[in-house]
């Protein structure tokens, strides 16, 4: 069965500190995707990566990197220089390579509250 | 971009009634579109797949009879709470999914709906 595992609840760490985030998933299926989606307070889901399962390269995008080894199911997100406007719930998810009306349904982990304070 | 529309974004009704969600992809056509539910500081759950033209597929757990989807068109579903209790309180959240090449692209999810049942 599908399964994410964010196994840190809460994160805090004071402005301009690195932080990561982590991922573990379980999946029987060769082809899949992973995402991070970042949920503020007013709740809505902002999209942040999608990675499909063939491309391991590590993908940087500002102040945001991630780190995606299969070998050990893992798809790690860093925030580096955090700011106060990084506090969020975040979220990794995942997702098969489906057809018909059961693809890309998202398995979501539990989440991570990161709290940076100024 | 790809933008989903909810509406209403909070409601409150008394216990019994019944409430209506509508999700919109406004600027693409989505055969397939996914409604989550989101207890307080808990991860999001899949309830349902919403098929265009067919019956939605529902998530181990939920009452199909309690929670309606109808997709009737390639831009709208709708939730429909029916006899609503208070324990039926929570984030409701849809997404959709915009194809290409028959590829599921990305989901794109609307902002969330408040319910609170008194």
């Known amino acids: 069965a599908q399964k994410v595992t964010q196994a840190q609840t809460e994160i805090s760490v004071v402005e301009k500190e690195d932080v990561t985030l982590d991922c573990v998933y379980e999946?029987?299926?060769?082809?899949?995707?992973l995402f991070w989606y970042k949920q503020p307070p007013s709740g809505e889901l902002v999209f942040l990566i999608r990675?499909?399962?063939?491309?391991?390269q590590n993908e940087i995008s500002g102040r945001y990197s991630w780190n995606f080894q299969k070998s050990t199911s893992s798809f790690n997100f860093t925030i580096t220089a955090s700011q106060v406007v990084d506090s969020a719930v975040y979220f990794c998810?995942?997702?098969?390579?489906?057809?018909?009306?059961?693809?890309?349904?998202?398995?979501f982990g539990q989440g991570t509250e990161l709290s940076v304070k100024p | 971009g790809a933008v989903v529309s909810q509406h209403p974004s909070r409601v409150i009704c008394k216990s019994g009634t019944s409430v209506k969600i509508e999700c919109r992809s406004l600027?693409?056509?989505?055969?397939?579109m996914f409604w989550y539910r989101q207890f307080p500081k808990q991860s999001l759950m899949l309830m349902a797949t919403?098929?265009?033209?067919?019956?939605?597929?529902?998530e181990q757990g939920v009452e199909k009879d309690k929670f309606l989807i109808n997709h009737a068109s390639l831009t709208l579903s709708t939730l429909t709470v029916t006899s609503a209790h208070p324990e039926d309180s929570s984030f409701y959240i849809c997404?959709?999914?915009?194809?290409?090449?028959?590829?599921?692209?990305?989901?794109?999810f609307g902002p969330g709906t408040r319910l609170l049942v008194l």
């Open positions: 997404s959709a999914n915009r194809e290409l090449a028959g590829i599921q692209e990305t989901q794109y």
């Open positions: 999946t029987r299926d060769t082809t899949y995707y």
């Open positions: 990675r499909n399962s063939f491309d391991e």
């Open positions: 998810a995942l997702s098969e390579e489906g057809f018909g009306n059961q693809g890309g349904k998202l398995i």
């Open positions: 600027d693409f056509q989505a055969t397939t």
């Open positions: 919403s098929n265009e033209g067919s019956k939605a597929t529902y």
